[in-house]
C-alpha cells in the first residue's frame, strides 16, 4: 500500500487556470507538507499542516491555497496559474517524535509535475 | 539562503567504488538529515543523525557530523548501479515541536557506472 499519495501524477494546464491537487497518508501521521520542486531540483517548502492546522505558511503566492480536510489528507489549490509555477510539487508526512526534542523523518509522495503553458 | 549545500554537485564512479558527499550548512541544528530521489520519484529518507551524535552506520551507509565545522559527509561503501540517484542533506533546526521545518540542500546527483 502507498504511504503518501499524490494525484494527478502529471498535470498539464494553461495559464490563468485554477488546478487542485490532491494528497493522502495512511501512516497515521499530525504533519504534512507541501514542497515545490524546481527544474535544477532545489525543494522549497511551501506549507506544513500539524493536526489540520496551518504551522509554517512560507513565502507563497496567496495564490496557492492548501486546504486539510482531516489530518490524513493535504490538498493544495493553485489558482491563475502562471508559467512561474511549472516545477514538481511534492507532499510530504511525518511524525513528531515527541520523546527527546522535534527530530523526525518525512515520508514523500511521487510527487505531481504540473506544466502550465 | 539556503542552510545545506551539498558538495559535489556531480559525482561519477565505478560500481564497487566509495562514494562520498559532503554537507555544510549555516546555522546550529538539532538534526542532519541525507535523503535519496530516484528519477522521476519522490524522495525516500535514509538516515537521521541528532546534533548530539557524531556518526551513525546503516548498511552501507555511514554518515558523520561535525557541529564546529558545520558540515556532514554520506559515505556509501561499495556502491552499486542502483545507487544511481540525486542525494540531498536537509537540516533541522532548533525550534520546538511541530514547526520544525527541515530545510534542503540543492542536492548531488550520484551515478554509479556498472
Known amino acids: 500500500d502507498t504511504a503518501v499519495s499524490q494525484t494527478p501524477k502529471y498535470l498539464v494546464t494553461q495559464m490563468g487556470n485554477d488546478k487542485s491537487i490532491k494528497c493522502e497518508q495512511n501512516?497515521?501521521?499530525?504533519?504534512m507538507y507541501w514542497y515545490k520542486q524546481d527544474s535544477k531540483k532545489f525543494l522549497k517548502i511551501m506549507f506544513s499542516?500539524?493536526?489540520?492546522?496551518?504551522?509554517i505558511n512560507e513565502t507563497v503566492p496567496n495564490r496557492f491555497s492548501p486546504k486539510s480536510p482531516d489530518k490524513a489528507h493535504l490538498n493544495l489549490h493553485i489558482n491563475s496559474l502562471e508559467l512561474g509555477d511549472s516545477a514538481v510539487y511534492f507532499c510530504?508526512?511525518?511524525?513528531?517524535?515527541?520523546?527527546?526534542?522535534?527530530?523526525?523523518?518525512?515520508?514523500f509522495g511521487p510527487g505531481t509535475r504540473l506544466t502550465v503553458t | 539562503s539556503q542552510q545545506g549545500e551539498e558538495d559535489p554537485q556531480a559525482l561519477s564512479i565505478q560500481e564497487g567504488e566509495n562514494a562520498t558527499m559532503n554537507c555544510s550548512y549555516k546555522?546550529?541544528?538539532?538534526?542532519l538529515q541525507w535523503y535519496r530521489q530516484n528519477s522521476g520519484r519522490g524522495l525516500v529518507h535514509l538516515i537521521l543523525?541528532?546534533?548530539?551524535?557524531r556518526e551513525k552506520h546503516s548498511g552501507r551507509l555511514r554518515v558523520t557530523l561535525d557541529t564546529s565545522k558545520k558540515s556532514s559527509s554520506l559515505l556509501i561503501t561499495a556502491s552499486r548501479a542502483a545507487d544511481t540517484a540525486s542525494y540531498f542533506c536537509?537540516?533541522?533546526?532548533?525550534?520546538?515541536?511541530?514547526?520544525?521545518?527541515?530545510?534542503f540542500g540543492k542536492g548531488i546527483t550520484l551515478s554509479v557506472r556498472p
Open positions: 546555522t546550529s541544528i538539532n538534526n
Open positions: 501512516l497515521g501521521h499530525d504533519t
Open positions: 536537509a537540516t533541522g533546526l532548533k525550534s520546538t515541536g511541530a514547526n520544525s521545518k527541515l530545510t
Open positions: 499542516y500539524n493536526n489540520k492546522e496551518l504551522i
Open positions: 510530504a508526512s511525518s511524525q513528531v517524535l515527541t520523546s527527546g526534542g522535534n527530530a523526525y523523518e518525512q515520508y
Open positions: 543523525i541528532r546534533s548530539n551524535e
